[in-house]
């Protein structure tokens, strides 16, 4: 799955996939946690740990 985000901020975007981006149809995601791959340059990459390892930052922060 894939979206665009341009311009919107670092944890707008993890809260978005973490909560929002799911596949739709078949129901199955309800009992699943999000599992994510990051591949991002070096300047993103602590910033992205971060905010995927403390869930009530990354929604504090994505949902505002």
């Not at 665009?4 to 009992?31: I, K, M, R, T």
């Not at 990459?45 to 905010?51: A, F, H, I, K, M």
Request: a negative charge; proline letters at 9%.
């Amino acid at each position: 799955m894939t979206t665009d985000h341009e311009g919107e901020p670092l944890a707008s975007v993890l809260w978005d996939a973490a909560c929002v981006a799911w596949p739709s149809g078949d129901g199955y995601h309800e009992d699943r946690r999000p599992t994510f791959v990051a591949l991002v340059e070096p300047p993103f990459r602590d910033p992205v740990r971060e905010l995927l390892l403390d869930a009530e930052r990354l929604t504090r922060e994505g949902e505002a």
